[in-house]
């Protein structure tokens, strides 16, 4: 079964513009993870939010947890050309299906 | 040092042949998946082993068996090809009951049958 669903599908944005792209999901969770996924690469771990954060921040990286909407958002800020890449949310500790994520593009 | 290693990267056979894929991890964890990622980007689990048990088993048809000769190896064997085979196949390795459980991925091989 799917844990987490992306959105938007795709996003594309200018050099040094913020990207927020949003995670639903359905069932409780102990956290939250968000990965990347570099065209051709495996996925890799970005970042971790528990069920009890509400915010939590890595670098250019802003994570936001809304446990009673079942919803996630990750923020990119200053956005770089190397940040295009796809993005996955899981709720699941990997042991389901990921969305089909959402695609982000960079322009230089 | 590569964490999660995986091979070949690319596998191009015809329909009807038996292929295998390794993976090896040396991050010392004790569980290991199989990942099918299909040209609409979802990434479908298929296999897990903890300890060199399996533990998921997605609805995957019985030509796929996976076989975990120790925890920090997990091969992919595929009977029988088929032309919806085609993909990208993942390993990912997780230490399992900790706080911050997270996935180390492979870089993946791409199978495409003919």
Wanted: charged residues 20%; proline residues 3%; hydrophobic residues 30%.
């Amino acid at each position: 079964s799917q844990q987490g669903e992306e959105d938007p599908q795709a996003l594309s944005i200018q050099e040094g513009e913020n990207a927020t792209m949003n995670c639903s999901y359905k069932t409780s969770i102990n956290n939250l993870q968000w990965y990347r996924q570099n065209s051709g690469r495996g996925l890799v771990h970005l970042i971790l939010i528990r069920s009890n954060e509400r915010e939590k921040h890595s670098g250019r990286l802003r994570v936001t947890l809304d446990t009673s909407k079942k919803s996630s958002s990750l923020l990119i800020t200053a956005s770089r050309a190397a940040d295009t890449a796809s993005y996955f949310c899981d709720t699941n500790a990997g042991k389901s299906t990921f969305g089909d994520g959402t695609t982000l593009t960079v322009k230089p | 040092d590569t964490a999660v290693s995986q091979t070949p990267k690319y596998l191009v056979t015809q329909m009807g042949n038996d292929k295998s894929i390794k993976c090896e991890q040396n991050l010392g964890h004790d569980t290991m998946y199989w990942y099918k990622q299909d040209s609409k980007k979802f990434l479908k689990i298929m296999f897990s082993y903890n300890n060199k048990e399996l533990i998921i088993n997605e609805t995957v048809p019985n030509r796929f068996s996976p076989k975990s000769p120790d925890k920090a190896h997990l091969n992919l064997h595929i009977n029988s090809l088929e032309l919806g085979d085609s993909a990208v196949y993942f390993c990912a390795s997780s230490q399992q009951d900790v706080p911050d459980e997270k996935l180390f991925f492979g870089s993946g091989t791409q199978l495409s049958v003919l």
